[in-house]
């Protein structure tokens, strides 16, 4: 079992700048694909940014490119989203996830096994 722990939401005006942080237990995160994704009232959880398992490899989702990056620490088994000139459209609670499926679609929510208990980040206008 994996068990992901979410930080470093909060309220930010518009323009402004906030990094998560997603520390996981019960299981190395060497190894694994991780992603972020985002979810708002009513609406189906959404593929934000994802990273391999080497750290080489990283997607982000078309709203989200060029303000957000998302990095990864083996040791310290965490991954992070540092996110830049945010937009009161980036309002949502982010979950962190873990990759379980081989499969190659790294933006697919049904292939991360495992997942944190969320954030909210809210942006002000």
Request: charged share 20%.
């Amino acid at each position: 079992q994996v068990q992901l722990v979410e930080s470093g939401g909060g309220m930010v005006q518009a323009g402004g700048s906030l990094r998560l942080s997603c520390t996981a237990s019960g299981r190395p995160i060497s190894g694994y694909a991780l992603g972020w994704f985002r979810q708002t009232p009513g609406k189906e959880r959404e593929f934000v940014a994802s990273i391999n398992w080497s750290g080489s490899v990283r997607y982000y989702a078309d709203s989200v490119k060029g303000r957000f990056t998302i990095s990864r620490d083996d040791a310290k088994e965490t991954v992070y989203l540092e996110m830049n000139s945010l937009k009161p459209e980036d309002t949502a609670v982010y979950f962190c996830a873990l990759k379980t499926s081989t499969g190659p679609d790294y933006r697919d929510r049904f292939g991360y096994g495992y997942w944190g208990q969320g954030t909210q980040v809210t942006v002000s206008s």
